[in-house]
C-alpha cells in the first residue's frame, strides 16, 4: 500500500483534484467507466478541460489507475483504485 506521505507528494491543481475527487467516489465499489462529458456536466467544466486532465492524471496519478477506453460522443476512461505491494 502506498503511503499518505506519498500521495501528499504528488500535487494537483483545483480542476484536478475535483475530479479526482469525482472518480474515488465512483471507484469505491470497484471497476468503473466513466465518459468526459458526463463528468464535465457534474462538475460543472467543459469536456475538453476534463480530457486533458485525466490524460495527465493517466500519468501522474497514483492512488487511481485511468486509462482511455474508447472513443465515440465522448471519451470513455476505465478508472479503478491502484493496488499496491508492500
Do not use: H, P
Not at 1 to 12: A, F, I, K, N, P
Amino acid at each position: 500500500m502506498v503511503s499518505d506521505l506519498e500521495l501528499q507528494t504528488t500535487e494537483y491543481n483545483s480542476t484536478q483534484q475535483r475530479i479526482i475527487n469525482y472518480l474515488k467516489a465512483g471507484v469505491s465499489s470497484g471497476t468503473r467507466f466513466f465518459k468526459a462529458k458526463y463528468i464535465a456536466k457534474e462538475l460543472g467544466i467543459s469536456s475538453r478541460a476534463v480530457g486533458t486532465n485525466l490524460a495527465l492524471l493517466a500519468e501522474k496519478c497514483m492512488e487511481l489507475e485511468i486509462v482511455q477506453w474508447g472513443y465515440s460522443t465522448s471519451t470513455t476512461w476505465m478508472v479503478k483504485a491502484r493496488q499496491y505491494l508492500n
